[in-house]
Nanobody
Protein backbone atom coordinates (compact mmCIF):
# COMPACT_ATOMS: atom_id res chain seq x y z
CA UNK A 1 0.00 0.00 0.00
CA UNK A 2 1.00 3.61 -0.37
CA UNK A 3 3.10 4.99 2.45
CA UNK A 4 4.38 8.50 2.93
CA UNK A 5 6.75 8.92 5.84
CA UNK A 6 7.83 12.38 6.94
CA UNK A 7 10.95 13.11 8.91
CA UNK A 8 13.08 16.06 9.96
CA UNK A 9 10.68 17.89 12.22
CA UNK A 10 11.70 19.26 15.58
CA UNK A 11 12.29 22.35 17.65
CA UNK A 12 14.06 25.30 16.07
CA UNK A 13 14.60 28.91 17.09
CA UNK A 14 13.00 31.74 15.19
CA UNK A 15 15.13 32.69 12.23
CA UNK A 16 16.45 29.19 11.84
CA UNK A 17 16.04 26.65 9.05
CA UNK A 18 14.71 23.16 8.80
CA UNK A 19 14.49 20.59 6.04
CA UNK A 20 11.72 18.05 6.06
CA UNK A 21 11.83 14.85 4.04
CA UNK A 22 9.05 12.60 2.86
CA UNK A 23 9.87 9.12 1.65
CA UNK A 24 7.23 7.53 -0.55
CA UNK A 25 6.63 3.87 -1.23
CA UNK A 26 3.93 1.75 -2.81
CA UNK A 27 3.38 4.09 -5.73
CA UNK A 28 5.01 5.13 -9.00
CA UNK A 29 6.47 8.25 -7.49
CA UNK A 30 7.35 9.98 -10.75
CA UNK A 31 3.64 10.06 -11.71
CA UNK A 32 2.53 11.91 -8.60
CA UNK A 33 2.43 15.56 -7.75
CA UNK A 34 3.65 16.03 -4.21
CA UNK A 35 2.61 18.61 -1.69
CA UNK A 36 3.26 19.79 1.83
CA UNK A 37 0.46 20.92 4.08
CA UNK A 38 0.41 22.07 7.67
CA UNK A 39 -2.04 22.29 10.51
CA UNK A 40 -1.53 24.54 13.49
CA UNK A 41 -3.45 24.00 16.75
CA UNK A 42 -7.02 25.19 16.42
CA UNK A 43 -6.66 25.89 12.71
CA UNK A 44 -7.58 24.10 9.53
CA UNK A 45 -5.02 22.28 7.50
CA UNK A 46 -3.58 24.50 4.78
CA UNK A 47 -1.59 24.08 1.61
CA UNK A 48 2.05 25.10 1.95
CA UNK A 49 3.84 24.16 -1.24
CA UNK A 50 3.57 21.70 -4.09
CA UNK A 51 5.66 20.31 -6.93
CA UNK A 52 4.67 18.61 -10.14
CA UNK A 53 5.81 15.15 -11.06
CA UNK A 54 8.73 16.29 -13.15
CA UNK A 55 9.93 18.75 -10.56
CA UNK A 56 9.93 21.65 -13.01
CA UNK A 57 6.92 23.47 -11.59
CA UNK A 58 6.29 24.49 -8.01
CA UNK A 59 3.58 26.44 -6.26
CA UNK A 60 4.07 28.15 -2.91
CA UNK A 61 1.47 29.66 -0.62
CA UNK A 62 1.76 33.34 -1.27
CA UNK A 63 2.67 34.33 2.29
CA UNK A 64 5.55 31.83 2.30
CA UNK A 65 7.24 32.82 -0.93
CA UNK A 66 10.90 33.51 -0.33
CA UNK A 67 11.09 31.36 2.80
CA UNK A 68 9.74 27.93 1.83
CA UNK A 69 10.72 25.84 -1.18
CA UNK A 70 10.13 22.29 -2.31
CA UNK A 71 12.24 19.84 -4.23
CA UNK A 72 12.06 16.18 -5.15
CA UNK A 73 14.38 13.36 -6.04
CA UNK A 74 12.51 10.88 -8.19
CA UNK A 75 15.39 8.42 -8.00
CA UNK A 76 14.98 8.30 -4.22
CA UNK A 77 11.18 8.59 -4.15
CA UNK A 78 11.59 11.51 -1.81
CA UNK A 79 10.26 15.03 -1.61
CA UNK A 80 11.75 17.76 0.55
CA UNK A 81 10.46 20.90 2.21
CA UNK A 82 13.09 23.56 2.78
CA UNK A 83 12.09 26.12 5.38
CA UNK A 84 14.13 29.22 6.10
CA UNK A 85 13.73 32.26 8.35
CA UNK A 86 11.26 30.33 10.44
CA UNK A 87 8.77 32.19 12.58
CA UNK A 88 6.76 31.08 15.62
CA UNK A 89 3.64 31.17 13.47
CA UNK A 90 5.15 28.40 11.34
CA UNK A 91 4.64 26.04 14.27
CA UNK A 92 2.41 23.21 13.07
CA UNK A 93 2.22 19.59 12.14
CA UNK A 94 3.53 19.28 8.60
CA UNK A 95 2.07 16.67 6.29
CA UNK A 96 3.31 15.27 3.02
CA UNK A 97 0.71 14.36 0.42
CA UNK A 98 0.55 12.81 -3.04
CA UNK A 99 -1.90 13.05 -5.92
CA UNK A 100 -1.79 11.29 -9.28
CA UNK A 101 -1.60 13.99 -11.94
CA UNK A 102 -0.19 14.24 -15.44
CA UNK A 103 -0.62 17.98 -15.78
CA UNK A 104 2.17 20.49 -15.65
CA UNK A 105 0.36 22.76 -13.21
CA UNK A 106 0.62 22.01 -9.51
CA UNK A 107 -2.62 21.40 -7.66
CA UNK A 108 -3.46 22.65 -4.17
CA UNK A 109 -6.26 20.24 -3.36
CA UNK A 110 -7.58 16.77 -4.06
CA UNK A 111 -4.59 14.92 -2.70
CA UNK A 112 -5.19 11.19 -2.33
CA UNK A 113 -2.48 9.99 0.01
CA UNK A 114 -1.19 11.49 3.23
CA UNK A 115 1.64 10.94 5.65
CA UNK A 116 1.26 10.83 9.41
CA UNK A 117 2.78 14.27 9.89
CA UNK A 118 5.81 15.64 11.64
CA UNK A 119 5.79 18.34 14.30
CA UNK A 120 7.66 21.58 13.70
CA UNK A 121 7.94 23.95 16.63
CA UNK A 122 9.52 27.38 16.26
CA UNK A 123 10.45 29.11 19.49
CA UNK A 124 10.67 32.87 19.80
Amino acid sequence: QVQLVESGGGLVQAGGSLKLSCAASGLTFRNFHMGWFRQAPGKEREFVVGINRGGDRTDVKESLVGRFTISRDNAKNTVYLHMNSLKPEDTAVYYCAAVLRFTLAVVRSGYDYWGQGTQVTVSS
